[in-house]
């Protein structure tokens, strides 16, 4: 599979509907997205409360199906992963990782021999860490640094709240707040963000701009308990 084909997959993969109180709330949500002619449809869903979440995601096209899920507790608006797997079958090679998040180790369960000695305190999956900054962003925080366990290194992620806008969706128009992620000075690569605050902080827009081509993504359809579905 391409490499800028993965990297729409990595870019579809996970975040979350936050509600104004800077709570999870379950949710369902679908995305579409486009790659050079090839079409994507990607679905997210959270469940759970109290101390017991899972997040599922799924992205389907004719080069490859991804499946993805974390289950993880949240506290005091923080987020504490316990299980993470990814699958990706199709063309290309084919992958599987699964980890568990136990007390100052990340185990590496498809390869024990990448486990994670001695990881932060605030170490986080591929996807919690998306999840993570929803809440923040909700909360009004500054501070948007994460640390994600990634085989035996922790890579580290910065955003930054850069301001607002309104967006003519595929939904009707809608205010939002833009969050960009924070790169080495001179990176060839670019990701913004756009949440929703009148929309319980969804993801309405993400797009990422490489070498001068542009790959984005936008919601098309997501509902909430107690809320009506909305789609395109």
């Known amino acids: 599979m391409p490499v800028r084909q993965s990297i729409l997959f990595l870019l579809l993969a996970s975040f979350a509907v936050i509600s104004r109180a800077q709570v999870l709330e ?63 079958t199709g063309l290309g090679r084919n992958r599987h990782t699964a ?45 948007l640094v994460y640390q994600v366990a990634d085989g035996k290194r922790v890579r580290t992620y910065r955003f930054a709240v850069t301001g607002t806008e309104t967006l003519q969706t595929p939904l009707g128009p809608v205010d939002t707040v833009k969050v960009e992620r924070v790169r080495e000075e001179g990176a060839d690569r670019s990701t913004y963000i756009w949440f929703a605050p009148t929309w319980n902080h969804a993801l309405v827009k993400l797009m990422q701009e490489e070498n001068g081509e542009t790959y984005q993504i936008s919601l098309t359809k997501f509902s909430t308990p107690g809320d009506s579905s909305r789609q395109d």
């Open 26 to 88: 379950p949710f369902s949500a679908t995305y579409s997205a486009s790659y050079n002619g090839i079409k994507v449809k990607a679905e997210r869903k959270l469940s759970g409360n109290g101390d017991d979440w899972r997040l599922d995601f799924r992205a389907d096209s004719f080069l490859a199906d991804i499946r993805e899920h974390s289950r993880f507790s949240l506290s005091d608006s923080r987020i504490t992963p316990r299980h993470y797997e990814y699958h990706r």
């Open 99 to 143: 980890l568990n998040f136990e007390d100052g180790r990340v185990v590496n369960i498809s390869e024990p021999d990448r486990t994670l000695e001695n990881p932060p305190g605030a170490i986080h999956d591929k996807i919690s860490y998306q999840l993570q900054l929803a809440l923040d962003v909700a909360a009004g925080k500054e501070d």
